[in-house]
């Protein structure tokens, strides 16, 4: 897939999904503007989080420091003291747990807006705008983002920095593919990665913040329906990424964003036979779950469509359940890239 050729637009507003705040508050102008290049929006949404966080005050926190002290703070540390030569100063070496804004948090968003600063791509504006900001940063040191664990967990202290940490880490992804040699985003492996996470969490949230109203959206686990006395220990867990519910039905999705929708075997192109049997796993295991309840289980593999000229609109009849293939177009304007997202909402609601 040439994920270059998604329209920065179509980036944002699925962002905006994703991330709802990107649809509120300081972030509202965002909607308004155009981008050139997927940096620039990038760089705006950090400016505009980051005027935010400095209002706010910074998040900050307790990290562990040494240092040579008059008297003793914290833990003694004697072979730092002995190898430094604070003795001669009549200090020791302690280290102790300072309260401080030098945050792993804040390293990671100092470190990023730097680097955005020594891009081309990025308007002048914006760089001055970005070092305007980093003068609030100057108890904050840079970080190797190499080393950065970027699973973050968040919680209601620093929800704040969700968005933000997220937009710097597809950065960083984009830093990897250019120190490699690469320039062309849609041949980026880590970087067709994030646009597979910000597809699923687009769609996910698309229909959450939509039709909420209508049905219900979640990622469900789903059992495994396995006779009495079988070992479930080494089955894979089974986690959808979007389950429509409404009434007597059920609607599992997977969104895939990939490559090449089909598999090509002899020139004969098929769907993937992967993503094929695990929807079809998904499905059958959730119908036998329902049974008795009378609720009718189908399913769907939603692709992001590539530049294969196929259009995928297909539904099949397995052993009693319909299972869809369809794609997804995000090279078009956004208006008309919802429209099929809307005639699957409708049509499921429409059914029962």
């Known amino acids: 897939m040439q994920s270059s050729k998604i329209p920065i637009k179509n980036i944002y507003y699925m962002l905006a999904y994703a991330f709802k705040c990107l649809r509120t508050g300081v972030f509202k102008k965002l909607s308004s503007e155009s981008f050139d290049n997927i940096e620039n929006l990038f760089a705006e949404i950090l400016i505009l989080g980051l005027r935010s966080l400095v209002k706010q005050g910074l998040l900050r926190g307790y990290e562990e420091t040494s240092d040579g002290l008059s008297s003793p703070h914290g833990r003694l540390n004697v072979s730092e003291t002995l190898k430094s030569g604070t003795l001669l100063k009549r200090k020791i070496v302690c280290t102790f747990d300072e309260f401080t804004e030098n945050i792993e948090f804040n390293r990671i968003v100092k470190t990023t807006c730097v680097y955005l600063n020594s891009l081309r791509d990025v308007d002048l504006e914006r760089k001055t705008n970005l070092r305007k900001l980093m003068g609030n940063f100057m108890k904050v040191q840079p970080i190797d983002l190499h080393l950065v664990d970027w699973n973050k967990r968040f919680n209601r202290n620093n929800q704040t920095y ?6 710097c880490h597809w950065l960083y992804l ?6 490699g040699g690469g320039t062309n985003l849609g041949k980026s492996f880590y970087e067709e990665r994030k646009l597979s996470d910000l597809y699923e969490k687009f769609v996910f949230e698309f229909f959450r913040q939509e039709y909420s109203s209508s049905f219900l959206v979640n990622a469900s686990h789903i059992e495994w329906q396995l006779d009495y006395g079988s070992e479930i220990d080494l089955l894979p867990t089974m986690k959808t990424d979007i389950t429509l519910r409404r009434n007597s039905k059920i609607l599992i999705i997977d969104a895939k964003y990939y490559g090449q929708e089909m598999q090509s075997n002899r020139d004969v192109e098929t769907i993937r036979s992967g993503h094929l049997y695990q929807i079809f796993a998904y499905v059958k295991n959730k119908a036998w779950e329902m049974r008795e309840t009378g609720i009718v289980v189908s399913g769907m593999l939603l692709y992001a469509k590539t ?3 196929i259009t995928l609109d ?4 397995m052993s009693g ?6 794609n997804l177009d995000l090279n078009v304007s956004f208006e008309d890239l919802r429209k099929p997202l809307d005639v699957i909402a409708k049509e499921f609601i429409e059914k029962g």
């Open 321 to 326: 359940n319909q299972i869809s293939v369809k």
């Open 314 to 317: 297909k539904n099949y009849s």
């Open 162 to 167: 969700k968005m933000l940490v997220y937009v």
């Open 174 to 179: 984009r830093k990897i593919q250019t120190e």
């Open 307 to 309: 530049d294969a000229a």
